[in-house]
């Protein structure tokens, strides 16, 4: 039985990856952080090179040092440049995929989730904010 | 001087006239944002904007009363491009920008408008104790931009990328996207670059839209009383050739536009007879502005199908002076609809209460 939003590992010195891709339009940044159980945080992948928030399949370091880890992504999407009429559409119809893979738990994608996504009153800002646990 | 001149042109406005009471311009036949309200010149105050298939359901069962009766005084506009999810899509698509997107796609902007409207007392063309019922489509079938213009607003769409990634590495992502927004509007480098692409966005080197709209007319609400009402379709040209616009800030604007409508109105009140009658309205605009200074010449043709007496065209010149940002000077000379007494000569001011007379330079 797993438990929602935790990643399970495993303990050999595989690599884990991580893939985001956001399902909306508008200038989208996407960030991913490591946060280690002993504190502090190092951003671990960025989408600046691009303007959809995508982060491409990346590997986020080996199973056994990531054990107790959270991972944070964070997505900011302006939607200022979209006709102010579809805003409320474009955070309805939302969609991200969090793709895990390299350790025991196998590819998992994980989706967002009603209470990971916000906006703003005036609709134009999207936030998104996704923490997946890490564990042996 | 300035001022003398100003009460000058006032004292000419008194001298010149204009006989005939048909003002409508080039502006008045194009493409509207809601063609559905427009076929009925209905301004609904509350719209229903559904946002799924499941909320347009909902919204047309709550309009209907269950399927069981014919909406009255409602409003609904959507998108229905937007009713699903689009992992694969981009702003670029969207917007039209970059080389390869030239067509962002017909489906990407529908925008679809349905109205009822029903009163108990006569109001304009619109009969007492009759639902009219409207419904519109919009779209864009093509938007290019210049080589160039693609290239600036790729850049400054990776620049605004960088600027929210600077918000994000300063505050992170709040609880409250308000408190985001908030950061980013503080931000005069994001702002900055946000109205530049707002303003490259606006004027696209060859732009064209359409839209119809259909309306049925329901005496007293009664489905069998039904009869046709008014149809029409519109389209609209934009072309802005930079090429002809000059590197001292002068900008050359080119707008087509038709609009075909076919009316069923009321001609004999006492049998209750209705007339259909079928007007085609074509026109265009050529629109130079350079700094404080706008010169637009417009021609309109108006043709009826089976009334070619009716036939009428207006051809006017227009002058407009920017004196500050809330006065304007406009000067009109032409020939107005209409067969007799048709000179149109007018020479007015503008004290930019509302939208501003003058066009903006790209």
């Known amino acids: 039985m797993y438990m929602t939003n935790t990643y399970y590992l495993g303990n050999l010195p595989n690599d884990i990856n991580l893939q985001v891709s956001i399902g909306a339009q508008g200038e989208i940044y996407t960030e991913a952080d490591n946060e280690p159980p002993g504190g502090g945080s190092k951003e671990i992948a960025d989408s600046s090179a691009n303007t959809n928030g995508t982060l491409p399949l990346s590997s986020i370091g080996k199973s056994n040092t990531l054990n107790g880890c959270k991972i944070e992504i964070g997505s900011i999407i302006d939607l200022s440049d979209l006709p102010p009429s579809v805003w409320s559409a474009v955070f309805d119809n939302l969609s991200a995929s969090y793709i895990f893979s390299g350790g025991t738990h196998g590819d998992v994608v994980f989706g967002c989730d009603d209470d990971d996504k916000r906006k703003s009153q005036d609709g134009s800002i999207i936030t998104i904010s996704k923490t997946i646990q890490l564990t042996t | 001087m300035k001022l003398s001149m100003i009460i000058s042109l006032v004292c000419l406005s008194i001298c010149g006239y204009s006989q005939n009471k048909d003002t409508t311009t080039i502006s008045d036949l194009q493409v509207p944002n809601s063609p559905g309200f427009q076929l009925l010149d209905a301004s609904p105050s509350n719209i229903e904007r559904p946002t799924s298939p499941k909320q347009f359901a909902l919204t047309i069962l709550n309009a209907t009363g269950s399927g069981s009766a014919i909406p009255k005084n409602f409003a609904m506009e959507f998108s229905p491009y937007w009713f699903t999810k689009h992992t694969s899509d981009n702003i670029h698509q969207y917007l039209s920008v970059g080389g390869e997107y030239y067509f962002s796609g017909i489906w990407r902007r529908l925008s679809v408008s349905i109205t009822s409207v029903y009163n108990d007392s006569t109001s304009g063309s619109l009969l007492k104790n009759t639902n009219y019922i409207s419904a519109g489509l919009r779209t864009n079938v093509f938007t290019y931009r210049t080589k ?35 950061d980013l509007k503080k931000d005069t480098a994001y702002q900055a670059v946000a109205d530049s692409i707002k303003q490259m966005l606006q004027t696209p080197a060859i732009q064209l839209d359409v839209a119809a709209a259909y309306s049925e007319a329901f005496a007293d609400n009664n489905y069998a009383a039904s009869r046709f009402n008014r149809a029409a379709a519109w389209a609209t040209l934009t072309i802005a050739p930079s090429i002809l616009s000059s590197a001292k800030g002068g900008n050359l604007a080119i707008l087509g536009v038709a609009r075909i409508m076919d009316d069923n109105a009321l001609t004999d009140t006492v049998k209750n007879v209705f007339t259909q009658t079928t007007c085609f309205d074509w026109g265009v605009s050529l629109n130079y502005t350079f700094h404080n200074m706008s010169v637009s010449a417009e021609h309109l043709d108006r043709k009826y199908n089976g009334n070619s007496a009716l036939n009428s ?22 020939k107005n609809f209409g067969n007799v007494q048709n000179l149109f000569a007018l020479l007015g001011l503008n004290f930019g209460f509302g939208s501003s007379s003058i066009a903006t330079s790209k």
Not at chain 2, 151 to 172: D, F, H, N, Q, S
Not at chain 2, 313 to 329: A, D, E, H, M, P
């Open chain 2, 148 to 182: 160039t213009d693609n290239e600036i607003i790729e850049r400054l769409i990776t620049e605004k990328i960088a600027r929210l990634k600077a918000v994000y590495k300063e505050e992170g992502i709040g609880a409250d996207p308000d408190d985001d927004l908030a």
């Open chain 2, 313 to 334: 065209q207006r051809t006017v010149l227009v002058i407009q002076y920017k004196v500050s940002n809330s006065l304007y000077v406009t000067g009109t000379y032409g």
